[in-house]
């Protein structure tokens, strides 16, 4: 079985753009792996609709109400700072109005303003802007929910009309009073760098940071300043696959010179190189069910990233736009660890970027992940006829801690821990030179709501939970992400080639 384990390679190959062909046998086919063409800003100006309600009074008598309604305003202000595009602010009462007199700051200080009645601000704003320009609305949604859904189901078909391809941002800010909420509509790119610069703002971040913890993971908790979003494609715009990449490479063990006998009957074989892995032993007590769910990153591989595989140096890879991408990057494995019934394990740990708009929360996501395997008789691949999960498991790594919810998300880049897990490498379809595995990440809104929400709804703003059900029900029927990731897994012998 030792025997088995140390003699065992397999490579896998990362594809980041367009497939470039092994050794001259194997054609290009098409390749997934492509940058998705990041959105242009489409808004032609921005408009701030501000509630004047008599509800906006408690709110604005908070003492941080003024700092956080400004910041937003200074935001659109900069967000056409080098252009020549017009910030426009309207006043909302019993009908909208565009206020050009006063300036906003002294809008926002004067407590006389809020004397209108209450009013469907949400409702007429969505009737009244103009789909080509950036909207900004800040308004006390609690007396507009009675029929929330009616307004739900406007606000998303208004949003996310196929011809407009609009976002909502919904920024949801704590008083001592009552909560009141940001709505910022418009597309994609213009969303993410509002939500963006208006998190960077020092008022902001003094106030919503007070309550924050220091982690790098997305954490589910209700803060004094939170975020929700609903885009196209769930504002998941696709893989960063240049920075696709293993978490821990293992240790690379060197069985060169050793004597069957000790290749056999020897737990632990010289180390070449020790590059982090948390297993530096063969283990021949492994039950495959138990390192299913316990073993971390590749340890039960060991990198023999030896050699480069034979790969067509002249082809060029390109994007879409014909912009060229790094080269392929590959790992080279031998499985340590053989099973209960003498089959070999192997289990692979990625970190997968995704490139998102800002504010856009991955591990709120639900993910579905699957994947077609392809065999190949040296010209060209062939869908494999059986099951590909006979030969791989895959799936999102978990949550490192309760609060942060369903998927590892690491902050800092959006990107997602995923496992690939093979049961049997003995078994595997017989194939010329290699296996080809496309995996298809598919993200879908939640059905669960956040937790600020929740927590609002039970003691804040009366229905805000059903208002959030509804759009995300209507998230889901307009649309869902979808994202493919090319891996390619070469045999030794294909290597040496």
Not at 238 to 258: A, C, F, P, R, S
Not at 267 to 274: G, P, S
Not at 295 to 318: C, M, Q, R, W
Not at 441 to 454: G, I, M, T
């Amino acid at each position: 079985m030792i025997k088995k384990a140390a003699a065992c390679f397999l490579s896998v190959i990362i594809a980041m753009g367009a497939f470039v062909g092994c050794d001259e046998k194997v054609q290009k086919n098409v390749s997934y792996n492509l940058n998705i063409k990041q959105q242009e800003p489409k808004f032609e100006g921005i408009d701030i609709y501000y509630d004047i309600s008599s509800d906006m009074k408690a709110c604005a008598d908070d003492e941080n109400f003024e700092k956080i309604v400004y910041s937003a305003y200074s935001v659109s202000n900069d967000m056409i700072a080098t252009t020549d595009k017009k910030c426009s602010v309207f006043m909302v009462g019993s009908d909208i109005t565009e206020e050009t007199g006063k300036s906003f700051s002294d809008i926002i200080k004067d407590k006389e303003v809020y004397l209108a009645d209450n009013f469907h601000v949400l409702e007429k704003t969505l009737t009244d802007m103009k789909p080509k320009n950036l909207s900004v609305i800040v308004t006390d949604i609690n007396y507009q929910l009675d029929n929330y859904s009616e307004l739900g189901n406007k606000m998303m078909e208004k949003v996310l009309d196929e011809e407009n391809e609009l976002a909502m941002g919904v920024i949801g800010v704590n008083t001592k009073s009552t909560p009141f909420f940001i709505f910022i509509i418009g597309d994609n790119l213009s969303l993410s760098e509002f939500i963006e610069e208006f998190k960077a703002k020092p008022d902001i971040k003094a106030y919503s940071e007070k309550d924050s913890i220091d982690s790098k993971f997305q954490l589910d908790i209700t803060r004094n300043i939170n975020y929700e979003i609903f885009a196209k494609h769930n504002g998941v715009e696709g893989i960063d696959y240049k920075d696709v990449k293993l978490v821990e490479n293992g240790i690379i063990y060197d069985t060169n010179g050793m004597s069957e006998f000790d290749k056999e009957n020897s737990a632990e074989v010289k180390t070449i190189q020790a590059e982090g892995g948390s297993f530096t032993e063969i283990n021949t007590d492994a039950i495959s069910k138990e390192y299913l769910d316990t073993i971390e990153g590749t340890v039960n591989y060991s990198d023999v990233s030896l050699k480069k595989p034979v790969f067509d140096e002249e082809a060029v890879e390109k994007t879409q736009d014909g912009e060229e991408v790094e080269s392929l990057t590959y790992i080279a494995a031998k499985s340590l660890i053989p099973s209960d019934e003498g089959s070999l394990l192997g289990k692979i740990k990625m970190e997968i970027p995704f490139k998102v708009i800002d504010g856009v929360m991955l591990s709120s996501l639900d993910c579905d992940v699957s994947a077609k395997l392809y065999t190949t008789n040296g010209e060209k691949f062939k869908e494999y006829d059986g099951k590909c999960e006979d030969f791989f498991e895959m799936k999102m790594s978990e949550g490192a801690i309760p609060e942060q919810g369903k998927w590892r998300v690491n902050d800092e880049n959006d990107s997602v821990i995923f496992n690939i897990y093979s049961k049997n490498l003995d078994s595997w379809p017989k194939t010329s030179d290699f296996l080809k595995l496309d995996i298809t990440f598919k993200h879908l809104a939640s059905e669960s709501l956040p937790a600020w929400v929740n927590e609002w709804n039970d003691t804040r703003v009366k229905n805000l939970s059903n208002f959030f059900d509804t759009m995300h029900k209507q998230q889901v029927k307009f649309n869902s992400s979808e994202n493919m990731l090319t891996l390619y897994i070469v045999s030794a012998d294909a290597k040496e080639k």
